[in-house]
Structure formats: structure tokens, C-alpha cells
């Protein structure tokens, strides 16, 4: 439970009634929850909404009890899910419509691990800025749960990639997720990429925008080292006519059959897509891994334990 904005002391371990499907939903008892930025973000207040709040959105689990009107998920299915408040919890409430089922043969701690930061490396590579064999492409944070994903899909899709990394361990991470170069953030070559995938945000944005080639677009899809303030447009036609967006999943999951095609489970199945998971935490110990998380010591995906079975 989120019970104020604040940094990682405001989390608490409290007791709260079973959740009840409404119609259209699914009660889901959680094996694992996925531990994301934007829960820090959150627990900020950088989303504005009242506390308390259940923290986390993602995980995965069996299905317990289900509202009227489902028809297409049953009590004891597996399932995973991104964009349900409340997942970090022994049981939560999911749309029906946001539930992807687990294929046999995908554990429940892989399903969960994969799922929100596989389908952001997918839409990414493949919607906001499509890429093309042979574009040059620059991706920071590469050892990091998203940034690792993109490196792989990106270069599934012909680019030749540059990583960014704090260095150590994450540059081997970085090149064992077939980088082509790895490098540091103070070491990124002006006026190459044809894009740049940027969740790092103000520490990075204006080294990313001078990074583009002429047409170049920048991808900024997360602000781990805190948002980017306001900016001149007028920059964009002084550094080459270049684009910028700032993207969001939820905008990319709208309808069921995109939902469904972006996970990435197909790809993790047959071993062509490799999901880190750097760290696992009891649920309990939710503020160490937000706080391990924020302070740039971890690699891959963090989850957190809450019915391992
Ligand atoms: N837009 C979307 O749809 C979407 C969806 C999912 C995630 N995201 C975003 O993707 C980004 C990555 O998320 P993640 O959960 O996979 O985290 P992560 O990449 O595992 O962790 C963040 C990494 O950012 C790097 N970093 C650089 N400067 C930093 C700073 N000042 N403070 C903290 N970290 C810094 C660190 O790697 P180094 O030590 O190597 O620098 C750190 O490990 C976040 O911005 C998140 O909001 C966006």
C-alpha cells in the first residue's frame, strides 16, 4: 500500500478485504508482481491521484473468481497482466480484457518478467519508429529490464545497435543482448542514429536529440533520472527537421488483438527472446526493491514473490 507520496518509506505491508469481480473482471491470486518505474513514479505523486493506493499494475497468477459477462478466461487459468492497480497484492482485480493467457512451458515468474517490458520492446521497435535492416540505432540503459529488450528486438529487426550503460556488468549484459557497441553516456557520437530509444530521460534527452542523423527521430519513453523540462522546438529544425515522441503502452495495448500480439511470449517460448530477472524480492520487502530499482544497482526485471507455489 502506497499511504502517502514519498519516497520508499511510504509503502506499507496492510491488511485489506478480498477483492470481488465486477462484471468483466477477473480475481487472480498473484504468484509474482513486476516491479516498475512507474510505480516510483507513483509513489511520488507524479501521478496526481488521491492515496492510499495498492501499488503495482503487472503480474501473473491463477485466475480465482470471475464476474459476470467473461467468457473467455476460467477459474484456475493462468494469466498475466500489465495496467491493473493493485497488483501488488496476495490478490488483485484484472479486466478481463487485459489478461493474456500463459502459455504451457513459460513459468509464471518468466510470464510475469516478460510481459509489460516485452510488449514496450516490441511496440517500440516495431511501431513508434518501425525499424529497418541497417538503420543505426542507439539505446540507453541497455542493461536494464526494458533496454535489454530493445536491444534484442532491434537487432531482430537488421538495426545495428550502440548501447549506453553505467559500465561494469552492465556492459557485458548489454553485449550479450547483441549489441554492437557498447558504450558510456558521455561517449555517444553526434549526428548518427536513425533512432533513439531513451528511457533515461534529462540526464540523456539533449545528448539523444544532438545523437539523431537529419530525419532522425527521438524515442523518449521513460525519465528514470527525472522528466525532461520544457524545451524549443525550433531545436528540432536546427539539428536536421527531427522528430520526437513520448510514448506510452497503454496507447499502443488498446485493442485485445494488439494486446495479444505484442506480448512477447512466442518469442520467449521458442528462446529467441532472452528476459533477465536481476533481482526477487518477497512481497515484503517491496521498498527495498523500489529503492534498489531508483538507485541504478540493478540489471534486468525485479519482481516480487507473493504466491510462488
Ligand atoms: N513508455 C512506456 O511504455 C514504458 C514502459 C515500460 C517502461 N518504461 C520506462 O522504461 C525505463 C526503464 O524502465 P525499467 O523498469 O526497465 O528500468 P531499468 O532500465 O531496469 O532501470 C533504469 C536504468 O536507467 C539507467 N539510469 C541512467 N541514469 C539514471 C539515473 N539518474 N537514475 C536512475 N537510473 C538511471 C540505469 O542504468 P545504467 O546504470 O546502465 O545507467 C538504471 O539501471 C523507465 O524510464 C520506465 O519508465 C516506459
Not at 558521455?186 to 549526428?191: A, Q, S, T
Request: aromatic share 6%; with cysteine; hydrophobic share 40%.
Amino acid at each position: 500500500m502506497v499511504t502517502r507520496s514519498g519516497g520508499p518509506e511510504v509503502l506499507e505491508l496492510q491488511g485489506v478485504p478480498a477483492p470481488e469481480p465486477g462484471a468483466g473482471e477477473l480475481v487472480v491470486e498473484v504468484t509474482y508482481t513486476g516491479v516498475n518505474y512507474r510505480d516510483i513514479y507513483e509513489r511520488r505523486g507524479g501521478y496526481g491521484h488521491p492515496f492510499p493506493v495498492v501499488a503495482g499494475i503487472e503480474g501473473a497468477g491463477r485466475v480465482v473468481a470471475i464476474g459476470d459477462g467473461v467468457t473467455d478466461a476460467a477459474v484456475g487459468d493462468r494469466v498475466a497482466w500489465n495496467n491493473a492497480q493493485g497488483s501488488y497484492a496476495e490478490q488483485t482485480v484484472v479486466p478481463a480484457a487485459r489478461a493474456v493467457p500463459v502459455p504451457d512451458g513459460i513459468s509464471d515468474e518468466v510470464a510475469c518478467a516478460a510481459l509489460l517490458q516485452g510488449m514496450t520492446a516490441q511496440y517500440l521497435t516495431h511501431a513508434t519508429y518501425p525499424i529497418q535492416p541497417g538503420d543505426e540505432v542507439l539505446v540507453h540503459a541497455a542493461a536494464g529490464g526494458a533496454g535489454r529488450l530493445v536491444v534484442q528486438l532491434a537487432k531482430a529487426r537488421g538495426g545495428r545497435v550502440t548501447a549506453t550503460t553505467s559500465g561494469g556488468e552492465k556492459t557485458v549484459l548489454a553485449r550479450s543482448a547483441g549489441a554492437d557497441d557498447v558504450i558510456g553516456y558521455d561517449e555517444v557520437p553526434e549526428g548518427r542514429f536513425a533512432v533513439v530509444y531513451d528511457g533515461v530521460g534529462a540526464a540523456t534527452f539533449d545528448r539523444s536529440l544532438a545523437s539523431l542523423r537529419p530525419r532522425g527521430m527521438l524515442v523518449l519513453y521513460g525519465a528514470a533520472s527525472g522528466p525532461v523540462p520544457p524545451f524549443d522546438l525550433s531545436g528540432l529544425a536546427g539539428g536536421g527537421s527531427l522528430f520526437v515522441t513520448r510514448p506510452t503502452l497503454v496507447n499502443y495495448v488498446e485493442t485485445r488483438e494488439d494486446l495479444l500480439q505484442r506480448a512477447v511470449y512466442g518469442r520467449v517460448a521458442e528462446g529467441s527472446l532472452d528476459v533477465r530477472i536481476g533481482g526477487t524480492y518477497p512481497l515484503e520487502d517491496a521498498r527495498q526493491a523500489q529503492e534498489d530499482l531508483e538507485s541504478r544497482r540493478t540489471t534486468g526485471k525485479l519482481l516480487l514473490a507473493v504466491h510462488p507455489g
